[in-house]
């Protein structure tokens, strides 16, 4: 990590000079790595599939992101304190949060039967196998959905490239893909987006009492039919596939931009018997999605996958952690920032976020609003 | 649709996984400058402040930053009236159908018996791609 810079610094100067190409290359690859985890664990919200991919997927192919899901600086302090107020857990390691890799095994499961506990505290951890397996399923013949619910053929274009190179698939699907959007739903865009949340809400009551009454009156008689001769062969299909079993039974396009990912033995057998995995729960999530779609176009309801409050959390761990781990070593420069008397044992909140100062350069406001406390 | 917002939605459906032992779900819904933000946990849990806390916030950065008026934020007390599981293993289903309901605004009339019912539902819906 030494370069020529560092060369003629005191041994101080040139440890933190150390710390802080890593803590700006760590932070670096958070900020884009949490970036595209909000972004992409918001599901079924673009048409062209702009949120519906797995954070592992995003991950893995370093899918554009736009900075609108990234939280401010400002929201990052805030949650900072109520991070605080907990301990993190010993075994979250900086390291590992901000640079791990996906790691083999299948979506992790809840409850303590679902087993395939993710390292590091964190749950729900993105998975090799959801972001493999979707691009294979997908040039073997899927066909690859533009959205949720209008497959174009505008998009196939790109299925026979995911393998050879995701992330020019990545680039280039939204000149695909922005064309593609109906003029049903660009109508519901500029309605919607054209509203004060006022009538936000009372056009949420209006779809409501308009649009989808019956639906509701309907929605438990409905659940609770009987099935039909084909439902019950899918279901008696089901319920002996092993509950650890990788082979895929069927796809669903809610992988970025409608990229199908299947569903494994695994998924279908926890919802017969067990404890639901991610696969299940963000495919239901997908199809939830897709129904509000058909019965209730106006509305906009936002479903999140089962990623995103995960990864939410590890965001304000990982930026406590990052300032935890700065402040320890910035007492070397008062002047900067004084955060001596801020240990990593004490976790207490720092009374300001020195290391993002610093970054960005206004370290010595950082060192004055110190003062001034003082 | 294209929500380019976060804000640009009347509901926001989330999905917890906590610790992988239990699911729950967060439902944040906007209603005449007023959020409210409802936890639903079919385990009667007391609401997992930690998470909520931190959505709460998360919220209310992005509203200040895309400058949308929200007079009030209403974190609502764990419901009691809601389904409840009677078994360690119902969370997730009992989860997706909250989900389910909520969407549409629906009460939640089921009950734990339903759940069977409701598992082989999950499984012909997610098998057809398509929730009837």
Redesign the interface.
């Known amino acids: 990590m030494f370069d020529e810079a560092a060369r003629d610094l005191t041994p101080n100067d040139a440890y933190m000079a150390i710390d802080e190409k890593v803590i700006i290359i760590l932070s670096w690859l958070l900020k884009r790595k949490i970036r595209v985890l909000l972004k992409r664990s918001s599901m079924g919200v673009d048409v062209c599939g702009e949120s519906k991919a797995s954070p592992d997927e995003a991950l893995m192919y370093g899918l554009p992101v736009d900075d609108s899901w990234l939280p401010s600086e400002s929201s990052a302090r805030a949650t900072l304190y109520l991070a605080n107020r907990q301990s993190p857990p010993a075994h979250y390691d900086l390291i590992e949060l901000v640079a791990s890799t996906p790691h083999p095994g299948t979506s992790t499961g809840a409850c303590p039967a679902a087993g395939d506990r993710p390292r590091g505290g964190l749950h729900s951890h993105p998975t090799a196998r959801s972001s493999a397996r979707p691009l294979n399923a997908a040039s073997a013949g899927s066909s690859v959905a533009c959205g949720a619910a209008d497959a174009s053929s505008d998009c196939d274009d790109n299925a026979e490239d995911e393998d050879e190179d995701a992330t020019s698939y990545a680039a280039d699907m939204p000149s695909y893909c922005d064309d593609n959007a109906n003029d049903e739903d660009e109508d519901a865009i500029s309605y919607v987006h054209s509203l004060e949340p006022t009538a936000l809400a009372e056009s949420a009551a209006l779809v409501s009492a308009s649009g989808s009454t019956s639906y509701v009156e309907s929605l438990l008689p409905n659940l609770r039919r009987a099935f039909t001769e084909s439902e019950n062969k899918v279901v008696n299909m089901v319920s002996s596939l092993p509950d650890e079993g990788q082979d895929v039974v069927s796809t669903l396009p809610f992988g970025y931009k409608g990229t199908n990912i299947p569903l494994v033995q695994r998924d279908y057998a926890r919802m017969a018997n067990g404890c639901l995995v991610d696969g299940s729960v963000n495919a239901y999530m997908f199809l939830l999605k897709k129904r509000e779609q058909r019965i209730s176009p106006l509305k906009k309801t936002l479903f999140f996958d089962s990623y995103f409050i995960g990864m939410l959390f590890a965001m304000v761990s990982v930026i406590l952690l990052r300032a935890t781990y700065s402040c320890d070593r910035y007492h070397f420069f008062p002047a900067i920032c004084v955060c001596g008397a801020h240990t990593r044992s004490a976790l207490s909140p720092p009374p300001f976020f020195c290391p993002l100062k610093k970054q960005t350069g206004s370290g010595a406001e950082c060192g004055e609003d110190e003062r001034n406390k003082t | 649709?294209?929500?380019?917002?976060?804000?640009?939605?009347?509901?926001?459906?989330?999905?917890?996984?906590?610790?992988?032992?239990?699911?729950t779900l967060?439902v944040v819904s906007?209603?005449?400058?007023e959020m409210r933000i409802e936890y639903l946990d079919s385990l009667a849990g007391n609401g997992q402040n930690?998470?909520v806390?931190?959505?709460v916030?998360?919220l209310?950065?992005?509203a200040?930053?895309l400058k949308?008026?929200?007079k009030t934020w209403v974190v609502l007390p764990p419901r009691n009236d809601i389904p409840r599981q009677v078994n360690?293993?119902d969370?997730?289903?009992f989860?997706?159908?909250f989900?389910?309901?909520m969407?549409?605004?629906?009460p939640l009339?089921?009950t734990a018996e339903?759940i069977p019912?409701?598992?082989?539902?999950?499984?012909?819906?997610?098998?057809?791609?398509?929730?009837?």
Not at chain 2, 103 to 106: C, E, G, I, K, L
């Open positions: 649709m294209n929500v380019k917002k976060i804000f640009d939605v009347h509901k926001i459906i989330i999905p917890i996984n906590t610790d992988n032992t239990h699911w967060a906007f209603s005449n400058e930690d998470l806390d931190i959505l916030h998360f209310k950065e992005e200040d930053r949308f008026t929200i360690g293993l969370c997730g289903v989860m997706c159908y989900a389910n309901f969407s549409v605004d629906a009339t089921f339903d019912h409701f598992r082989r539902r999950m499984i012909t819906d997610v098998y057809n791609g398509h929730i009837a």
